[in-house]
């Protein structure tokens, strides 16, 4: 562990939350004077948050022949069952920044697919798994979550997503601390809406709308995904 007469300087262009020290600007320091345990909160905000600006590692996978696929030793299935429709999986990315991985995130979808622009028209359900990998409140995925339609989605978009997506930060900020090894589900399921579980458990009720899961899903894998390696990863086309 560094000493505390060390600095540490901030790796990432931007980061995203100024907490117990973290400076915003790039090439600021973060001084580990004040304690330990504040700089170990700030990298572990800083690094689940999909933030703007993030500085994205992804490690190749290692899939297995039959079953699943491995992600830094995250497993998932290569198929699954949602809404009576068989899914699969499209690919993995890692999210992280510097050297803390914060999670790994799946794409389901009905057919595979490497074109972005036809994975986000797809019709039927979708999941997005998120496997997390780090401690960290859940409200840190849901503020970055937030400011990233925000950036990206134009004024009339917003306002008509407006009510669902804050029922939807709700439904996040509910999950509470997140553990290692819990899992996120982001799902779409036709004639009911978009879905969140936590460790295969439903939080909050269904939120109508395509257009908010697409908005999500965004995110991930649209033309300003938060992490382009992940993005990679995910639009694998299948694995």
Same mark, same amino acid.
């Given at each position: 562990?560094?000493?505390?007469? $060390?600095?540490?300087?901030?790796?990432? +262009?931007?980061?995203?939350? !100024?907490?117990?020290?973290?400076?915003?600007?790039?090439?600021?320091?973060?001084?580990?004077?004040?304690?330990?345990?504040?700089?170990?909160?700030?990298?572990? !905000?800083?690094?689940?948050? #999909?933030?703007?600006?993030?500085?994205?590692?992804?490690?190749?996978?290692?899939?297995? +022949?039959? *079953?699943?696929?491995?992600? /830094?030793?995250?497993?998932?299935?290569?198929?699954?069952?949602?809404?009576?429709?068989?899914?699969?999986?499209?690919?993995?990315?890692?999210?992280?920044?510097?050297?803390? %991985?914060?999670?790994?995130?799946?794409?389901?979808?009905?057919?595979?697919?490497?074109?972005?622009? $036809?994975?986000?028209?797809?019709?039927?359900?979708?999941?997005?798994?998120? $496997?997390?990998?780090?401690?960290?409140?859940?409200?840190?995925?849901?503020?970055?979550?937030? %400011?990233?339609?925000? %950036?990206? /989605? +134009?004024?009339?978009? $917003? *306002?008509? #997503?407006?009510?669902?997506?804050?029922?939807?930060?709700?439904?996040?900020?509910?999950?509470?601390?997140?553990?290692?090894?819990?899992?996120?589900?982001?799902?779409?399921?036709?004639?009911?809406?978009?879905?969140? *579980?936590?460790?295969?458990?439903?939080?909050?009720?269904?939120? +109508?709308?395509?257009?908010?899961?697409?908005?999500?899903?965004?995110?991930?894998?649209?033309?300003?995904?938060?992490?382009?390696?992940?993005?990679?990863?995910?639009? !694998?086309?299948?694995?």
């Amino acid at each position: 562990m560094t000493s505390h007469s $060390q600095r540490v300087r901030c790796v990432s +262009p931007r980061c995203p939350f !100024r907490v117990g020290g973290c400076m915003s600007a790039a090439g600021d320091s973060v001084s580990l004077t004040s304690s330990r345990s504040r700089s170990l909160q700030c990298i572990r !905000r800083w690094s689940l948050a #999909l933030c703007v600006g993030g500085v994205g590692l992804l490690s190749a996978g290692v899939f297995a +022949p039959a *079953q699943a696929a491995t992600l /830094e030793g995250q497993r998932f299935d290569d198929t699954l069952v949602l809404a009576d429709r068989t899914l699969r999986l499209n690919g993995l990315g890692l999210r992280g920044v510097a050297w803390v %991985k914060a999670f790994v995130a799946g794409l389901y979808l009905s057919a595979p697919t490497r074109d972005t622009a $036809q994975a986000l028209a797809m019709p039927g359900p979708k999941r997005i798994r998120l $496997q997390v990998m780090l401690d960290a409140p859940s409200k840190e995925l849901t503020r970055s979550l937030l %400011k990233r339609v925000h %950036k990206h /989605e +134009p004024a009339e978009v $917003q *306002q008509r #997503l407006e009510s669902r997506l804050t029922t939807l930060a709700t439904h996040l900020d509910g999950v509470g601390d997140l553990k290692v090894g819990d899992t996120l589900d982001l799902d779409y399921v036709p004639g009911r809406g978009v879905l969140l *579980q936590h460790n295969d458990r439903p939080v909050g009720t269904a939120i +109508p709308g395509e257009d908010l899961y697409r908005a999500v899903m965004k995110i991930f894998v649209g033309d300003n995904p938060v992490d382009a390696r992940m993005k990679q990863g995910m639009m !694998r086309g299948g694995v």
